[in-house]
């Protein structure tokens, strides 16, 4: 019957593709064999050598690790100051020797100077643009500063209007301590017209 012979040829379809994939199979297990002479390599290359009963530590090839120190020197040095003064806050050059709390002055300045040094203090007034009271200012400041330093020969002032109400002041001298730059700037700022001193 027709239901006979559909089945009959399914089978033989069946059957025909099974043996198809069978000689695949066998075809691509010889491809996989070594050929004549041909030695198998090993799977493992990390494989310990078992010649000697040692075994190797991974660990023995490897440089020990070096700590870096930091050291700068200044000399011909085309740094800015204030990267440098940053690097040795840094490295703990500026420590403070002695006692070290918020009642302290000059912890800073005494750690970054090495006394006697030339200092410029700068100072902001106000004259109201009279060159009268700018002239008086002048002399106050002058005279406030020597008061503490006593370098009256070694003071050098450069005086820069701010505007018209405004005069900058950049005075320098020799100070011997952090106490005697702490002690002229309290003065300066006691001056009626100083508005700004750094």
Request: net charge negative; glycine share 6%; hydrophobic share 25%.
């Amino acid at each position: 019957t027709a239901t006979t012979a559909t089945t009959a040829t399914t089978a033989t379809t069946t059957i025909a593709g099974l043996q198809s994939y069978s000689s695949s199979c066998t075809a691509l297990q010889e491809q996989q064999q070594p050929q004549d002479g041909e030695q198998e390599q090993p799977s493992d290359a990390n494989d310990h050598d078992h010649d000697n009963g040692n075994q190797q530590n991974p660990t023995e090839d490897k440089e020990p690790i070096v700590q870096s120190t930091v050291t700068m020197d200044d000399g011909g040095s085309d740094l800015t100051d204030r990267f440098k003064y940053k690097v040795q806050a840094l490295m703990g050059n500026f420590n403070p020797t002695g006692e070290d709390d918020e009642r302290q002055d000059g912890n800073i300045l005494n750690a970054m100077m090495k006394f006697p040094v030339r200092y410029t203090f700068n100072i902001v007034g106000r004259t109201e643009g009279d060159d009268a009271i700018q002239e008086i200012y002048v002399e106050d400041v002058k005279r406030t500063v020597l008061e503490t330093s006593g370098d009256s020969d070694g003071l050098m002032c450069h005086v820069t209007p701010r505007g018209k109400n405004f005069v900058k002041l950049q005075c320098e001298v020799t100070v011997h301590s952090s106490q005697m730059i702490n002690q002229i700037y309290e003065d300066l700022d006691k001056l009626e017209r100083t508005k700004m001193r750094f």
